[in-house]
């Protein structure tokens, strides 16, 4: 379960996160826009987490999640999706990179907004999406948030 958030962002305002929404047709999760509004993003501790259905990596580690305005570039939200814009479908928000390179994504296709693992190494270099890539990790983002844990390899 997530103890600590180190280096936070500033916290995203109420109207950051509508804006947030609005630009990209998105609906946030309450659990998710609380999230944003506390700490925006930062280095979890514990990092570990659970990959159901990935051959030989049954464990990932979250680097950092993402967060509106975020000071370091690579780790901002509306970066990242700006960049994947028409190169993976509309609603799979990539909200965490992992220490591989890899993103954890919220799927908002559906109802309930369920948490993925992304594996990126199809997509590198091609921009090839494969919807085989992505893999469960937790029904909600609240779930996620739960099941971090000290990474056991």
Not at 118 to 142: H, K, V
């Amino acid at each position: 379960m997530l103890r600590e958030i180190r280096e936070p962002n500033p916290g995203a305002s109420e109207g950051d996160i509508a804006a947030f929404e609005k630009e990209f047709r998105f609906v946030l999760p309450e659990s998710y826009r609380r999230f944003l509004m506390e700490t925006n993003g930062g280095r979890p501790q514990p990092a570990g987490f659970p990959i159901q259905g990935l051959a030989d990596n049954p464990v990932g580690v979250v680097q950092a999640f993402f967060g509106l305005n975020a000071k370091i570039k690579a780790e901002d939200l509306r970066s990242i999706v700006e960049e994947l814009q028409g190169l993976i479908p509309h609603g799979i928000v990539p909200i965490a990179c992992t220490d591989g390179d890899d993103f954890v994504c919220m799927d908002l296709r559906d109802t309930p907004n369920v948490v993925v693992f992304w594996d990126r190494r199809s997509f590198w270099g091609a921009n090839n999406w494969n919807e085989n890539d992505l893999y469960p990790i937790a029904r909600d983002f609240e779930s996620f948030l739960e099941t971090l844990s000290e990474p056991h390899f």
